[in-house]
């Protein structure tokens, strides 16, 4: 049976995961392929570090370009992070012509065009199905599995840190700081929680997710993201009793074109968005609890579909790995270097949307003095914006000088809601600055 | 561009869905793939039928052996459903040398080791994934997606129809026969619908994911299938109460062999079945309504991920031939014609656990006179059978001379079961037969 050397670059959590997974369903893989994998050298930080996975000190070396380099090694797996050294690991493989497996989503979303610049110049592949969403095989499901249809919506739960914060924010009524430090203690946080919490763990996966949909690559810094930190628990207790749970939701969809403009031209202009959002209890994504991942990928012959299963993890990020390795492992054996290219710019005269302009619908929480005329004012400047109100809630059995005051508000774009806030919130009766959360209605 | 013209066989609401699907996206889906599909024929049974969608009557014939055999036609695409014209229809074009796409679930069901036979003898593939729960891209995140898995759990929704009556009897507390007369006016079930709510599609369909998780061809005469058409409002309503929510649901679960008796053979001996089940409510299966399907796949190192989406209907199953038609194309392209054969018999020492052995928990609805010592009679059976009852429920509220007993049941085998039920129902104080529905815990 022809065998396949894998070179891995990074032995931490992910690196001891795929090594590990290897060793354990690597015969099966083998019967199912038709071709053997095997670890031929792992470069590391530290050849003497004590390992959770016990790892043959004859394979261990920090020596990275060596491997790389090791005319024995066919296949590069980068699993170290970060984007300085990972680029250089892979930019040195694919100009060897060889095929590169990485689960680096940032590694990706700062590099992604020149990786893939080079991986056609050297007739190499570039293969990341573990960079977005874990165990979830949703780049080969948008890649392939939906490969007939037009996206025209991406919904995805993507960081498994601040759904499981979000979850238990809602079933124990806990507030956000209170849930962030025990994440932190049981390992579901990191010790500086920024990139998940702030949101741009999710930006780079979206990123990723949109580009591939729609054909052009998305500048990461396009994309407008909000964090959870500001999240109370009495918005999500509001947001219950109005039938809404709150997800921090990756949102990728083409904008609507006005009905008098033509049609619409789909894929050229794109919401690429991350923030907290308000879903309906009974759609399937306010059930996705914990720390698993979803996402719903809509197209315009299948529908909806959904893909659920864990973001993160040594073991799901392993399962990716291993199904990037059995394409790579495939292609090798095939001689086919790039069957399917790690991306294939079919829009190129594709744009991210700027916030701006991106409409949805609001929750509005305002703290306002209890005073007759108080709605009357909010609702003028509502009004004068063409800002719809949907419904009023005024929730009951507050005391003190202030009452809370709930608007759900129409569709309206991001510019014209900011401005109105700006009034509102220089409004006597509002005493202290408007809370502002999106509603998604999956339309 | 390279161009591949397909030779389509059936007219149907499947091969019009696949024709119009190319007509719409197949410029998209060239500029993906590099590969340029085009409908070169198209044999139906009649070329004068109006049709919903419009196909050029240039490309219209009766005759499927003129476009299986046309030169011109790199690729067949079977659409036309059946077993025996549809099997012939597949080995002319194998043995031709020229890939075979499907949808035909019952086909693969009846001479799935055939066709493989012939795929692998002319060296031709044979694709599928529109056999198995439509739009959801099941087979290639099966085969490909979590390769580096051994499955360990599928469970299936995988009948539209059944789900849909079953939804409906949930949240409108009608019965099962006015939910089926009603889902016939509608279209979503067939005039004949016994094929859906007997459970034999849904058996098709869990024998081909069963083949693929378990590298052992599945004989569905070995499936055990029971339908929902016993299923009544009362135990619907019942079940609720207890907090679970009656689903169809396909299983394949190996068998646990004892502790004493070494390492489990995972996948040597495998639950294979087809019955209704009571889900937990909060358990993501039990959310999945209406006509979507859903399958929860558990593999050993990823864990529990889950696909849902639509499960039939014209557009979902073109999605997944396109799906299909792509991954041929590709093929054709870079001249691998068995990269990923239909079927790679890994496990040739599997089989199915025959029913009796099957354990799982159960809820036993008996209708019993309500006088002192007849629980007693009842539990004396079951203890003697070693059978444990987890808890008992009479429901409040009862007129008349027998009332309603619930049983929860922990784990028993089928057989034992069965047994202890037929001393069960000769008791003089139970009135009617036992109802028996199995419960799930996915553990």
């Known amino acids: 049976m022809q065998q396949v050397n894998l070179g891995i670059i990074g032995g931490g959590t992910v690196g001891g995961g795929v090594f590990q997974a290897v060793q354990r369903n690597g015969a099966l ?105 874990g165990g979830i095989p949703i780049i080969k499901v948008l890649r392939e599995g939906l490969i007939g249809n037009r996206i025209t919506r991406i919904y995805g739960i993507l960081n498994g840190t601040c759904n499981y914060i979000l979850t238990r924010m809602k079933f124990e009524g806990a507030d956000f700081a209170e849930v962030l430090a025990d994440a932190q203690r049981l390992g579901y946080a990191e010790a500086e929680p920024s990139l998940d919490v702030d949101g741009h763990d999710a930006l780079h996966k979206i990123g990723i997710l949109a580009s591939l949909a729609h054909g052009f690559w998305v500048n990461p810094k396009q994309i407008h993201v909000e964090g959870i930190g500001s999240i109370t628990s009495l918005d999500i207790k509001f947001a219950g009793q109005l039938g809404y749970t709150i997800k921090q939701l990756s949102i990728v969809k083409p904008l609507e074109r006005a009905a008098n403009r033509g049609p619409a031209m789909d894929g050229s202009r794109v919401q690429v968005t991350v923030y907290p959002t308000l879903v309906p209890n009974d759609h399937v994504l306010a059930s996705v609890n914990h720390v698993f991942n979803a996402v719903l990928v809509r197209g315009d012959i299948v529908g909806d579909t959904l893909y659920y299963g864990r973001g993160a993890g040594q073991d799901a990020t392993a399962s990716a790995v291993l199904s990037d390795l059995a394409d790579a492992a495939l292609d090798l054996k095939c001689g086919t270097k790039s069957r399917i290219p790690p991306f294939v710019p079919h829009e190129r005269a594709g744009a991210v949307v700027p916030i701006g302009e991106v409409v949805s619908r ?70 202290s600055p408007a809370v502002m959360i999106r509603v998604e209605n999956f339309e």
Request: glycine share 8%; aromatic share 4%.
């Open 362 to 431: 609001y929750y509005l929480r305002l703290d306002v003095v209890d005073r007759p005329g108080t709605l009357a004012r909010i609702a003028a400047i509502l009004g004068r914006a063409r800002i719809g109100i949907s419904s009023v809630i005024q929730p009951e059995g507050h005391e003190g000088d202030s009452v809370p005051l709930i608007l759900m508000i129409h569709d309206a774009n991001h510019a014209a809601m900011g401005r109105a806030l700006a009034r509102i919130n220089r409004l006597a009766v509002v005493k």
């Open 29 to 133: 893989m083998a019967s199912r392929l038709g071709v053997c994998l095997r670890v031929a050298g792992m470069a590391v930080r530290d050849v003497h570090k004590k390992r959770a996975v016990r790892i043959p000190p004859a394979l261990l070396t920090t020596n990275w370009l060596g491997v790389v380099r090791d005319p024995q090694v066919h296949l590069v797996v980068e699993l170290m992070g970060g984007t300085t050294t990972a680029r250089t690991v892979a930019l040195t493989a694919l100009r060897l012509g060889k095929p590169v497996v990485t689960a680096n989503k940032a590694l990706l979303s700062a590099h992604g065009e020149e990786l893939f610049a080079a991986a056609q110049q050297y007739g190499a592949n570039l293969y990341y199905e573990a960079s977005v969403a």
